[in-house]
T-cell receptor, first 114, second 114 residues
Framework: AQSVTQLDSQVPVFEEAPVELRCNYS??????LFWYVQYPNQGLQLLLK??????LVKGINGFEAEFNKSQTSFHLRKPSVHISDTAEYFC????????????FGSGTRLSIRP | DAGVTQSPTHLIKTRGQQVTLRCSPK?????VSWYQQALGQGPQFIFQ???????QRGNFPDRFSGHQYPNYSSELNVNALLLGDSALYLC?????????????FGPGTRLTVL
């Protein structure tokens, strides 16, 4: 079985400050890793994904994430946040054998203060 | 190119009633997955349809059923509604053969059970 843990349910930061949203996963098989963003009253949008290769993955809107296999982590970072980044962020995995069934974490609400 | 569309946007039902939610996948996609997102939680996988058959199923009771039509659109049916079924129901489309392909989410249907 697989599980995804997002260590912070809420993260408040000031505008233009850096931010890191933490994600750890547990799985007995290899997984693909994803971060999704959900803006208020909208569906989910893919930010970035790690499939293989370089452990540092760059996504949309200036976000990046680093896969650490030994620590089973996939933390999301942005060097300078903007008010428009206010949203819910979900870390997720797809086991290699699952044919696209996504397992999500519980989410981290990022709130940006001016 | 239209993305994933869902209808209706909002729905209010009473306990014991039945509900049908609809989803049209992104053009070119043949696989539809359904997720339930309770308030303050991450989405939970309900089931996935490909070639008009249920291919995978999450931990949901038989009250939750679905259908996929030859044009790849899909329906989610929930019978004997419970208060706990109140949630945002998300539909996602993808290509089954490409597990790593990006899944595109619709805006969701918010179901309220009174």
């Amino acid at each position: 079985a697989q599980s995804v843990t997002q260590l912070d349910s809420q993260v408040p930061v000031f505008e233009e400050a850096p931010v890191e949203l933490r994600c750890n996963y547990s799985s007995s098989v290899s997984v693909y890793l994803f971060w999704y963003v959900q803006y208020p009253n909208q569906g989910l949008q893919l930010l970035l994904k790690y499939l293989s290769g370089s452990t540092l993955v760059k996504g949309i809107n200036g976000f990046e994430a680093e896969f650490n296999k030994s620590q089973t982590s996939f933390h999301l970072r942005k060097p300078s946040v903007h008010i428009s980044d206010t949203a819910e962020y979900f870390c997720a995995v797809i086991p290699y054998s699952s044919a696209s069934k996504i397992i999500f974490g519980s989410g981290t609400r990022l709130s940006i203060r001016p | 190119d239209a993305g994933v569309t869902q209808s209706p946007t909002h729905l209010i039902k009473t306990r014991g009633q039945q509900v049908t939610l609809r989803c049209s996948p992104k053009s070119g996609h043949d696989t539809v997955s359904w997720y339930q997102q309770a308030l303050g939680q991450g989405p939970q996988f309900i089931f996935q349809y490909y070639e008009e058959e249920e291919r995978q199923r999450g931990n949901f009771p038989d009250r939750f059923s679905g259908h996929q039509y030859p044009n790849y659109s899909s329906e989610l049916n929930v019978n004997a509604l419970l208060l706990g079924d109140s949630a945002l129901y998300l539909c996602a489309s993808s290509l089954l053969q490409r597990t790593t392909d990006t899944q595109y989410f619709g805006p969701g249907t918010r179901l309220t059970v009174l």
